[in-house]
């Protein structure tokens, strides 16, 4: 398989709170829960350099739901380049666990007072959770972007055209990111089967060789953030 990048700062979908960011608290140190993801019901526990200085990862469960947390000391956790990193890192291990299959995952910045209060969010978006564990179910979220050389002599038109074919026809789906550079021929995000995994590797690796004139940033495996939507309304 193609060697790809394991470095992203979130800024897709996953779950999502409708709550503004809650009020600092004086809470007693370490006894909050951020969570990473939500994956059905498994129980582990790993060391990591986490989010906010934890170092532990482990699952809190309600029903047939595990959400995966570590314990911090704040409910509203500074978002650093740093800590973003943490964030995608645990969900990458999540992702490898041979124990694990789909994960949900959060946006950063999730982060529950305490168990109970974490509970009552899987029961009430329970429903939400579920479905969207069948639909990403064998999947990983990839990423792409071609980005011209300044004197390159191609019609950006046609190789979008063209690359976007090749690559959507081994994609389950697929979410058409921001063009934030005039450089930027194609940015988009693919969720693609672990079936499919190789061939789309193979597919990038030819475009990679036919476009003498482009980059190819190649990302992922990722949680599939793009294509998750579920928005929760718990208190925090």
Known sequence: MLAVSATRLINARG???QQGKADALPLTMSSNRYVYGVVEKADFEFDADAVAGADRVYTVDYQSLSAVVSDIDTTDPERTDEDSKAHDEVLRQVLERDDVGAVV??????AFKDNRTLKSVLRSA???????????????????????????????????????????????????????SDRLVLNRSYLVAMDDREAFDDAVADVREE?????????????PYNFVDIHIGAQR
């Open 15 to 17: 779950v999502t709170s």
């Open 211 to 223: 476009y003498d004139d482009l980059t190819v940033q190649y990302t992922g495996p990722w949680a």
């Open 105 to 110: 995952p959060m946006q950063f910045g999730m």
């Open 126 to 180: 329970m429903r939400a959770f579920r479905k969207a564990l069948r639909e990403v179910d064998g999947h990983v979220e990839l990423g792409v972007k071609l980005v011209a050389d300044e004197d390159a002599d191609y019609s950006r038109d046609s190789i979008r055209e063209d690359v976007g074919e090749r690559l959507s026809a081994l994609a389950e789906s697929e979410t058409e990111d921001d063009l934030f």
